[in-house]
Structures are given as C-alpha cells and as structure tokens.
C-alpha cells in the first residue's frame, strides 16, 4: 500500500474526530493578563460594536471609543460607564456584535500598558482577582501567537511553519486549564500570546494560507509540536525533557541554529554557592575529593541527562531551572571562586528550534520542509478537508 493511499485511508477513518475538533474550536478561550493579579481595569471599544452581558442580561451597549471599567467588590465584579455604576455582577461578558471587533485592555490595579485584543471578553472574580479571559476566534489567536512568538521580519515560510504547530499546540492542549473556566493562558507554559496581531502584515497572511493546517502522527493524532528558541545544533529526544519518549521527537543534528542569537550563553556564580547548592539539594558530599574534581569541571561535548555521574543521580535539566540556565547543554569549570556555565542553545531543546527554523526559511525551505526537518514522519493535515473526504 503506497503512502499516499495509506494516508487517504486513515484520513477518511479519522475524519469524525478530527472535523468535531474543528468544530469545537472555531472559538478558543485563553486566560490573559493572570500573572498581575489585577484588581480593576477598563476597556475602550477599538472598532465595532459591543454589548455588556451581565448575570444573563444585557446591561450596555458599547460603540467605538466608548469605555467600560471593571472593579473586583469581594466575590463580584463592579460595571460602571463614565456616566454611572451599572451594578455588580457575578458573571460578565463584553460581547462583540460582529466578527470584526477589536477593544483595548488597559490594567488600572496594577497599572500596566494597554493591550489590543479580537472578539469578546469574559471577567470574572476569583479569590484574590479579576480574571480575564479572551474567547477568541482561533486563527486570530493563532496569527498573535505567532507575532508574540516570532516578532517582525523573520520571512514568510518561517511564519507559515510556526502557525502550523502553534494552531496544532493549542488544539492538543485545549483541555490543560479547563478547570478555570479556560483553554490556554497567554504565558510560557502555553504559548505566549499578546493578543491581536498588528504589526506583522506577513504573519496574517502566513495564518490565512495555512488555515485549517496541523501535524498528526501515523495515526492522525494530533502530535505535541514542543519548540524552544535554539537547539544549540542539536536537538534532543522528549524523553530527555518530559516522562515519555515520541517518535516524532527524536534527537537530529541541527547545523542550521548554529548562527542563531541565542546559540551561545555563559553564566557564572560563585564557587561557594554551587557547591552547597550540591551539598544540601543533591545530598552530595562535596568535601570527598574525587566528587569535587567532577562537580568543578564537567565537560559534554554531546547532549546527555544527567551531571557528571549519573549515580549521583542529578538531571541536568533540575540545574537549569534551579539556577535559571538557558539550557541543559552546557560545560562547567571553575577557579578559586567562582564556577562558570558556557552552554549551547535556549529552551529545552525538543522539537523545532525557532532560530532553526528562521535560518531555513532564509536559505530557501519551504515550511513543509522545516517542519518535516524537526518531526519525524508526521503529516501535516487539513481539518477542512478530512470533512470534506468524509462527507464524499
């Protein structure tokens, strides 16, 4: 059987999960703004027309340039127009009345710089804030990530892959944070995203011509399309990072971040700290002069797991977030006082690597290519068209 007919087949088998996914997320809700714990905020209509739903009633109507300010009063949330207090509320929601809507969000508690979304907004009070939440379309959401992600002028092939497994991220996470009334927040841990995309033309035009478009494994499941800055030039299996081992994500040679930004990094600390650090969270005892010779000069000309011997039993990747290294690829050597990090790469070095990925849209690649580059034997599917096949 040819690949292509294998592919058709399981396409046609999985159709009816994967068109319920993308029915289910035309609209994505992510939680935004939660890492200021914000208190009070106001909202100015940017362009189109919006209502203020309240306890399932409409309170307001908002045209453009027309603010609305929200307020935490215990378990409630104050609404008021510049005008007069609408009332307190447990549940809210600034509603657009058409597909276009944009507003700004300004915090007021703690005060912080605007930010422009698409689409509706929900507020809530929690136990210590005001939470925010932006029910978005999900190719708007998509074309922020990538902007907040990427920034300017990285090239249009680039933009195309990193659409391409941002849209597949935050369909294969859209259960992670259920439990608080959303899909995805807007940090790190997720996917960062600043809202609306407005400064790269390039990038609305990436996520227009690859909409629809995921990554699936053999089995048209939708894969984990991890991606980290810079590889160091070498990328590295996801058993290194999280419990299990995925095909799609093995260890490849990675010439292509060499000249990246983020290719080379060095930290230093004082001796003193380091060796107590090892001394009272690895248990190791650092005044045996055989373990002190291996705990001040580490050498790992390839990526590995573990620090120095493995039966010390410490993860590399425990170092690198208790002392906020850029990555777990680094060589350690020391002096009387201090002891230095001289690593390769940034992130945890599984799956694409962004600056990869950008020199290769440069030297010519096209997106299917890089994203064939960093996962192996994957296939990169349109939601819309399995609908179509089945409905054939």
Known sequence: ????????????????????????????KIGILGEFEPTSAQVIIEFGHYAVWADGKKIAARDPRQRITFVKRGSK??????????????????????????????????????????????????AGSLQFINRVNLEKYIAGVVEAESGKEKGAEYYMAQAVISRTYALSNRRRYLKYGYNLNDRTDCQVYHGKARWEPAIIEAVRSTEGLVLTDSEMNLITAAFHSNSGGHTVSSAAVWSGALPYLSPRRDDFSLEGDHFAWDSARSREEWLTYLRRRHKLDTDNDSIRRQVLHFVQPLRTEWFADPAFGIELREIRKDFGLNSTWFDLTSDADSVYFTGRGFGHGTGLSQEGAMR?????????????????DVHIIDLRSIGFFRED
């Open 77 to 126: 949330t104050e609404v008021s127009l510049p005008e007069k207090v609408l009332g307190t509320f447990t549940n809210v929601e600034l509603v657009s009345t058409r597909s276009d809507g944009v507003f700004r969000l300004y915090l007021l508690k703690p005060l912080r710089r605007e930010r422009v979304y698409d689409d509706h907004l929900i507020i809530a009070s929690t």
């Open 1 to 28: 059987m040819t690949t292509v007919v294998r592919t058709f087949l399981l396409l046609l088998f999985f159709a009816p999960i994967c068109r319920a996914q993308q029915a289910d997320f035309e609209e994505i």
């Open 360 to 376: 290769m849209a440069a030297l010519g690649f096209s997106y299917t290519d890089i994203l064939h580059f960093y996962y192996n």
